[in-house]
């Protein structure tokens, strides 16, 4: 959870936030290179369910993409949705990202269809859009609730869009299981009354 820290302002947390946006993007296109570059070597660390030996890749299937076109869908909603999440405080935006990570990739693990393989930073960014969603009524702050109506206005129809069944080449079920991890995580990771009072250090 954030913890405050003195000398920390608003422009400082924003920095920081926005330095560790661009650098996770940078990553992710970097591995979209090398997996280009090999062939699509990267793409076995997609997860496919209920293979035991598949378990290990829960966390890297966040991280590879199917092509560029896949990344570039991606890109601009993880940089903002993430930007923000993380105002809040890099511990917090952290363990947010790995408890949607984890619960996203078992349940995909758990649930998806035999034969499929699936990977890519959707299911994180259905989870910062659910958490950003719910954090603000849930610690009762006027500015995060401003910040999921706005969420909710820009990206809600992408969202239920993504969350439906009938679409070809799309895991609704990693979107869902992401959406219900961010909302869990908004209530698992709110802040108490006295450090919403304190400035949040990243």
Do not use: Y
């Amino acid at each position: 959870m954030s913890e405050p820290q003195a000398g920390w302002s608003q422009g400082d947390r924003a920095l920081a936030a926005g330095k560790l946006m661009l650098a996770w993007v940078a990553l992710l296109w970097l591995l979209e290179v090398v997996d280009v570059a090999t062939g699509h070597a990267l793409d076995g660390f997609g997860v496919t369910p209920r293979d035991p030996s598949e378990l290990v890749d829960v966390v890297p299937s966040s991280f590879i993409h199917f092509g560029f076109a896949h990344l570039a869908a991606n890109t601009v909603p993880l940089l903002v949705l993430g930007f923000l999440a993380a105002l809040a405080g890099l511990r917090r935006f952290l363990l947010v990202c790995a408890l949607i990570i984890v619960v996203d990739g078992v349940g995909v693990w758990l649930i998806a269809p035999d034969g499929t393989n699936t990977a890519g930073a959707s299911g994180v960014i259905f989870g910062l859009f659910g958490f950003l969603l719910v954090s603000g009524f849930v610690e009762r702050r006027p500015l995060g609730v401003l910040a999921g109506v706005l969420v909710a206005a820009v990206w809600g129809g992408s969202i239920l869009a993504g969350l439906a069944p009938t679409q070809t080449g799309v895991s609704w079920q990693g979107h869902l299981l992401g959406l219900l991890a961010g909302v869990a995580a908004a209530f698992l990771f709110r802040r108490r009354p006295e450090a919403s009072r304190a400035l949040s250090a990243p």
